[in-house]
């Protein structure tokens, strides 16, 4: 018995994910009512207009940053006790963002009756995209904000900030969406990034001193060299993961015609269901695992934290799988309506996918972070391609479900090429990880 309540007391997922139960807390309950909200007044239709817009908000989110976030997250770890360091790396990266993002915003301003024939033909949501460009510097600058907190481990003012957001969604939710239906979905997206962006802000400041970020010393350039491996990967993942997404739905709207918005919808809500339970698991990565990987240095620190996974989290995360499977038909009525239950016929390949998904990270983390860019460039571009590709033919012979089955295969394949690349550091010792 003491053995045991001493493993449990030295779990460290265990403590992250009890210290981010909170946050985990009030994104699922957030989540499930904004989703219910969506599902009582709009149906499956408003929830694939919804998840179209959020994938375009990330795709530019991801651009204005220019993909630096997770190196921003590695230096900042890595600069936190040189306070001079730090101080510059943090103004440059402020500056570098500040500067990509007001070009890109003013060109989707201007462009925004374009990008809304393409991303919603049969309907007009250009002011919403309108003002997407122009407050997209405020929405660049709160995933930089984030992640400097998230390289300092900061893990307390990450949880607040995220259960304050999270409820003040849920208010926004039943004004905007009772009140304004599909327009007011979407625009929630923007308006709690915004809300973020303001408390990431406040909360950097009360941390550190408003000088330090704003007052404009002798830059330090060589930083963008350090970057720029972490600026190629991100922005090839800011523009496959979103353009692919709404390449599957807009292939979906056009295979099954006037019922195309409404198949999407079905699979964005069993994609939005199993991340429900992903959103448990995945910021546990973020905040603990990415971190680690930045800090280890051979093949042996890779071993044992891959083996602490196995021996800790491994167990309860395929538990909830499992549960998460048994019981898909009434969280389909608890989370949306009786009209979502078609999509319960896709939850068996997803939840397999997502579960393939997880096992991924423990490699996938490594690669991010000792920034190995051309296995980084290949296993992405060909996850989403072979993604993408098998939708298109599976589809033809199980119509919506073989997008599931094509996410996957795709998996399936994306594992393998994880294993085979990085599998020298499990069969010899001591080898070191650059």
């Not at 979407?186 to 007052?215: E, P």
């Not at 997008?403 to 080898?431: E, G, P, W």
């Amino acid at each position: 018995m003491k053995n045991f309540l001493r493993d449990i007391k030295g779990n460290i997922w265990l403590k992250i994910s009890g210290f981010n139960s909170f946050s985990v807390l009030s994104r699922v309950v957030s989540s499930w009512i904004i989703n219910k909200i969506i599902a009582l007044y709009i149906g499956p239709e408003g929830t694939s207009f919804t998840e179209q817009f959020k994938n375009f908000i990330q795709g530019l989110q991801g651009f204005a940053v220019l993909g630096i976030q997770e190196g921003v997250t590695k230096f900042t770890a890595q600069y936190q006790e040189d306070k001079k360091q730090f101080s510059n790396f943090a103004r440059f990266s402020f500056k570098m963002v500040l500067g990509a993002s007001v070009l890109l915003g003013l060109f989707i301003a201007l462009y925004s009756n374009k990008i809304n024939d393409y991303l919603f033909p049969d309907a007009d949501f250009s002011r919403l995209i309108f003002w997407s460009g122009i407050f997209l510097p405020l929405l660049a600058l709160n995933l930089i904000i984030l992640a400097i907190l998230k390289g300092l481990q900061d893990y307390k003012t990450i949880v607040n900030l995220n259960v304050f957001t999270n409820f003040v969604s849920i208010l926004l939710a039943f004004w905007l969406i009772t009140r304004y239906h599909i327009t007011g979905a979407l625009a929630l997206i923007l308006l709690t990034q915004l809300i973020q962006f303001i408390l990431s802000l406040y909360l950097l400041f009360r941390k550190f001193g408003f000088s330090k970020f704003l007052i404009t010393k002798d830059g330090n350039y060589n930083f963008l060299k350090k970057l720029t491996p972490y600026i190629i990967m991100a922005l090839v993942s800011a523009l496959i993961i979103p353009l692919f997404s709404i390449l599957i739905r807009n292939h979906i709207f056009h295979f099954f015609g006037d019922e195309g918005p409404v198949r999407a919808g079905y699979w964005d809500a069993t994609r939005k269901t199993t991340n429900l339970f992903l959103s448990i698991i995945s910021p546990v990565f973020a905040m603990y695992y990415y971190p680690q990987m930045a800090k280890v240095e051979d093949s042996e620190g890779l071993k044992k934290e891959i083996k602490k996974f196995f021996s800790q989290m491994f167990p309860l995360f395929t538990m909830g799988m499992i549960l998460l499977y048994l019981f898909r038909r009434p969280l389909i009525k608890i989370l949306f309506t009786t009209d979502y239950l078609p999509m319960e016929s896709l939850f068996l390949w997803q939840l397999l996918g997502d579960y393939l998904k997880i096992l991924s990270f423990l490699l996938a983390y490594l690669m991010l972070a000792k920034a190995h860019l051309v296995r980084y460039l290949f296993s992405e571009l060909g996850f989403w391609i072979i993604y993408y590709l098998l939708t298109l033919v599976l589809m033809k012979q199980f119509a919506l479900k073989g997008v599931v089955i094509a996410y996957f295969i795709s998996y399936t394949l994306y594992i393998l090429f994880l294993v085979i690349n990085y599998h020298k550091y499990f069969k010899q010792k001591n080898i070191p990880i650059k």
